[in-house]
């Protein structure tokens, strides 16, 4: 009973699968390339017999077949184009029954039937089309109807036909359940490895970036004077992109726009100590080494693949929109939107931060900067965004 139950149980699944699935075009193209050698096979006994009318329809309908198997892939609509030549298929069978072409002969293709039917086109489609034929040759060979036909089969042939179909038919559905069966066991498997390496790959991600984002901090704790300002400036970024996006951006434009902030100043931690925290005026010399951090920043992001552009936060956040900031003095639409917002927000920072030189600035005095620098240090639209944030009281100061 369990295993009865079992074999149901697939032959559903299969059933399912099929209804779900497309047409296995390869399974077809052997399909036709087997029904055209038993075609050419038929074709010699036909013109030995001097069937020459049917011998050429016959040769026909073998070279279309093997035509159909280099060419298949180019039609749109493959499986429409099957089922008409499957009707076209019964059709001829219809007639070729009633004429017993080639002394009833040429009947025995059509135990192919099964094979050209349901290992292509699947058990919906496929099976209707068998019983019917099958009940259409029982109907003319095992009932009085058979007086009709125009060929008088033997009665042996009339007995057997019908029981080698059905066994044929039967053995086709084993066929193509086990195949499919195998198929839709195949593609499980594949799912559950692809769920399995992007698990994985997610976790190696995940670690990868907590670990940067370690050394991130680890820079803003070496420097007493900025302590959590990456971590700040990452959430004035995000804060900054989804309201220039109208509040639609997706959560991983956000995600990396973050990472970016997180990570920009990075470079610091290649910056000498006594550079880094120094309390007085930096001089010219300790300025140029200061101003490396952007470069030293880009050598350790630009080769992370599991951090894509990463490095433009760490690399530009002191371009200026004017042209006037530092490594390359890029201008306007040259750099990132993406740095546009994070220079914006590391500006923010300076100024709503306790400094070793001076205290934090007032909300009209970081208002009026950004208002100010639009066009010049900020772009225009990130400026007016910061503006916004901060009147709006989504970003305190």
């Known amino acids: 009973m369990k295993l009865f139950r079992g074999a149901v149980d697939t032959i559903k699944r299969v059933y399912r699968y099929e209804k779900t699935t497309g047409m296995d075009v390869g399974a077809l193209q052997g399909v036709m390339l087997i029904f055209a050698v038993v075609l050419f096979l038929i074709d010699i006994e036909n013109f030995r017999l001097g069937k020459y009318v049917i011998g050429i329809v016959t ?167 900025t302590r959590e300002h990456s971590q700040r400036v990452a959430e004035y970024s995000r804060l900054i992109a989804d309201y220039m996006r109208g509040g639609c951006a997706s959560g991983e434009e956000l995600e990396l726009i973050y990472r970016s902030g997180l990570l920009h100043d990075i470079g610091k931690i290649a910056v000498p100590d006594a550079v880094l925290n120094k309390p007085e005026r930096l001089t010219d010399e300790e300025y140029e080494v200061m101003k490396k951090h952007t470069v030293w920043g880009r050598e350790i992001l630009s080769g992370l693949e599991f951090l894509p552009q990463a490095d433009l936060g760490a690399t530009y956040h002191h371009e200026r929109y004017d042209g006037s ?25 300076a100024m709503n931060s306790n400094r070793c030189y001076r205290k934090h600035c007032d909300r009209d005095y970081i208002i009026g900067e950004f208002r100010k620098g639009a066009g010049k240090q900020f772009d225009a639209g990130v400026a007016q965004a910061v503006v916004a944030l901060i009147e709006e009281g989504r970003i305190t100061v």
């Open 59 to 225: 040769l026909v309908v073998g070279i279309v077949s093997v035509t159909a198997v280099f060419v298949i892939r180019r039609f749109q609509k493959v499986v429409l184009v099957c089922r008409i030549a499957v009707f076209l298929f019964l059709l001829l069978a219809a007639a070729i029954l009633y004429a017993g072409a080639n002394d009833g002969f040429s009947l025995l293709w059509y135990l192919l039937l099964p094979v050209i039917t349901l290992v292509p086109l699947g058990m919906p489609f496929g099976a209707p089309v068998c019983i019917g034929f099958g009940l259409m040759i029982m109907t003319f060979f095992w009932t009085p109807l058979a007086d009709i036909l125009r060929y008088d089969y033997p009665r042996d042939y009339r007995v057997f036909y019908p029981i080698f179909y059905w066994g044929f038919c039967l053995m086709d559905v084993a066929m193509d359940i086990f195949y499919k069966n195998y198929q839709i066991r195949q593609r499980q498997n594949e799912e559950n490895l692809e769920n399995e390496v992007q698990e994985a790959v997610a976790g190696t991600k995940n670690l990868m970036i907590h670990s940067v984002t370690a050394i991130s901090q680890l820079i803003d704790a070496k420097d007493r004077y």
């Open 325 to 349: 900031g530092y490594p390359y003095g890029m201008h306007g639409e040259e750099l990132p939107e993406m740095v546009r917002i994070i220079s914006a927000a590391d500006a923010l920072d």
